[in-house]
């Protein structure tokens, strides 16, 4: 019931309340490998990195074999800077769930992050090939044909990117400085206009 309680709450976007809830379950069931899962995801979504490292690494520790466990774990280490434990989690999930678009995608965003950007942007093209619909895996593989100078390749996809998330400020600021290199300032200018908008909302 406890467990059904701070789901809901997640749901309704409440997420101190259900970390609340989720600790208080924990206080009566220290091992309940679902209640920590629960705690990691809320405390990451908080910031709260270190904590949410600690719950779900003692969720995969008492589960190894889940595949969402691992999957959430690899991305707080990854938040964390934790670069190598994280691509250990994000492995782990892969061999538990084989062919998880989301493991795939982690795994791309990962490259991504450690600078790896042709590993990148193979990784996230065959996400974006899979599921046309994943918003992070194009703008993280725009990002990647932005670094490695491919300009009117990145602005397809970071185009296709808004149009999955329109709110994504960092997709619309990346298209102003692509315009930029293209010598398009007008169209710059309201790519950048439109990534103010979108950081003050």
Same mark, same amino acid.
């Given at each position: ?16 309340e259900a970390a609340r809830v989720y600790r208080g379950l924990?206080?009566?069931?220290? !091992? ?27 969720? &995969? ?9 691992? #999957?959430?774990?690899?991305? +707080? #280490? ?21 062919? !998880?678009?989301?493991?795939?995608? &982690? ?16 990784? #996230? ?13 194009? #703008?993280?593989? /725009? ?5 490695? /100078?491919?300009? !009117? ?7 296709? +990117?808004?149009?999955? !998330?329109? &709110? ?7 298209? /102003? ?5 293209? /010598?398009?300032?007008e169209q710059a200018a309201e790519m950048y206009r439109r ?7």
């Amino acid at each position: 019931e406890r467990l059904a309680r701070a789901l809901d709450l997640v749901r309704d976007g409440r997420l101190e309340e259900a970390a609340r809830v989720y600790r208080g379950l924990l206080a009566d069931h220290p !091992d309940h490998p679902r209640a920590l899962a629960g705690l990691g995801h809320v405390l990451r979504s908080l910031g709260e990195l270190e904590p949410a490292i600690e719950a779900l690494g003692a969720a &995969a520790r008492i589960e190894p074999g889940v595949a969402e466990v691992h #999957l959430a774990l690899g991305r +707080a #280490l990854a938040d964390a800077g934790r670069f190598d434990e994280a691509e250990e989690h994000l492995r782990a999930a892969q061999r538990a769930a084989p062919g !998880d678009v989301e493991v795939r995608a &982690a795994l791309g965003i990962l490259a991504f992050r450690r600078g790896l950007y042709e590993q990148a942007e193979a990784a #996230l093209g065959a996400v974006c090939a899979r599921d046309p619909s994943h918003a992070a895996a194009h #703008l993280y593989r /725009g990002e990647a044909l932005n670094r490695l /100078g491919r300009v !009117d390749e990145a602005l397809d996809v970071l185009l296709r +990117a808004v149009d999955l !998330d329109p &709110a994504n400020a960092r997709a619309y600021q990346t298209m /102003g400085m692509l315009y930029d290199k293209k /010598g398009l300032p007008e169209q710059a200018a309201e790519m950048y206009r439109r990534a103010r908008e979108r950081s003050r909302s």
